[in-house]
C-alpha cells in the first residue's frame, strides 16, 4: 500500500524495484514481541525504513501487528497492520 491509500499488486511492487524507482537505502525490524496461541501466532514489532519511493524520499517509522496461522508445512501471514510513529530526535 502506499502512503496515499492506494493498494498495489505483488507484480507491480517486484516491477517498481527492477525498474529502480522503488530504492531502499536501510531497513530494519526491531523490538519484537511473538506470542503462540494453539495455531495462531502474534507478532507486533517496529519496522524502519529509508529510501525513495516514485521519486520522494521517505524516512518511516512504524508500530506493526502481524497475525500468522500455523499450516500444514510452516506459517501463513494472514493480516498485517502497520501505524506510522515518529521516532525522537
Same mark, same amino acid.
Given at each position: 500500500?502506499? #502512503? @496515499? ?18 530504492? *531502499?537505502? $536501510?531497513?530494519?525490524?526491531?523490538? %519484537? ?5 494453539? @495455531? ?6 517496529? *519496522? ?15 508500530? $506493526?501487528?502481524?497475525? *500468522?496461522?500455523?499450516?500444514? @508445512?510452516? *506459517? ?10 515518529? %521516532? #525522537?530526535?
Amino acid at each position: 500500500m502506499q #502512503p @496515499d491509500g492506494t493498494t498495489e499488486t505483488k507484480a507491480e511492487v517486484l516491477a517498481s524495484y527492477a525498474s529502480g524507482e522503488r530504492q *531502499w537505502s $536501510f531497513a530494519e525490524v526491531d523490538q %519484537l514481541s511473538v506470542r503462540i496461541s494453539g @495455531d495462531t501466532g502474534i507478532v507486533v514489532g517496529r *519496522w524502519r525504513a529509508r529510501g525513495a519511493n516514485r521519486g520522494q524520499a521517505f524516512d518511516y517509522a512504524a508500530r $506493526f501487528l502481524s497475525v *500468522w496461522v500455523r499450516i500444514a @508445512d510452516g *506459517w501463513r501471514n494472514l493480516a498485517y497492520q502497520p501505524v506510522e510513529i515518529s %521516532l #525522537p530526535a
